[in-house]
């Protein structure tokens, strides 16, 4: 299953890719450099043979930390979410190669996950900040999808918190939970 991220806002937020650092490489030379046998292998065989091969554009990253980073999508309107988000506006956000946990008992058996996990949580925060007016705030969710929708259960009111940007620092086990309600503000 998978654990979908939401921020609301009451007015539009930037949508794309954030803080990932990767450089376009064309896909034949990246793989004449890392695996030349597979010019020869289907798939890429036939677009070499139809010519397609020679624009393909890929994103190449150094290291998974700079392929970590954010993806915020939306915002939606297929869900009514007025039973769970005050404000209108509703983005899925994605952690993309990473998750939106710092858990120190991950860090030792799996340093990897721990770096991403760092990373798109600190992209996650940075986002905010960046996109955040005076006086306003954001409101934050995660869920399973589940059969009665994305927003059929509401919040664990235990896991509920309230986060000031301002001096704010992700905690060194900062974990986004299933079902907890988060108000961000300046």
């Known amino acids: 299953m998978t654990l979908f991220y939401y921020i609301a806002a009451g007015r539009e937020l930037p949508a794309g890719s954030f803080g990932q650092r990767g450089t376009m490489m064309k896909l034949k030379d990246y793989l004449m450099q890392n695996d030349p046998a597979a010019l020869d292998k289907f798939p890429v065989k036939g677009m070499r043979e ?21 993806y915020v999508s939306g ?7 007025s039973h769970l988000f005050k404000k209108p506006l509703v ?13 120190s008992e991950v860090a030792e058996p799996y340093p990897g996950a721990a770096v991403t996990g760092r990373k798109c949580v600190a992209e996650l925060f940075r986002y905010l900040q960046d996109n955040l007016l005076p006086g306003e705030q ?7 999808a589940d059969d009665t929708g994305r927003f059929g259960e509401l919040p664990r009111k235990e896991l509920n918190r309230q986060i000031s940007l301002s001096g704010f620092q992700a ?5 986004w939970k299933n079902r907890q309600f988060i108000v961000v503000s300046e």
């Open 171 to 175: 905690e060194p086990d900062f974990e």
């Open 50 to 70: 139809s010519g397609t091969l020679e624009g393909k554009m890929i994103e190449v990253f150094e290291t998974a930390e700079d392929a970590a980073g954010l």
């Open 91 to 103: 983005y899925q956000v994605n952690p993309e190669g990473g998750s939106f946990q710092m858990i």
């Open 75 to 81: 915002p939606l309107t297929q869900e009514d979410s």
């Open 138 to 144: 954001f409101e934050l969710y995660s869920c399973f």
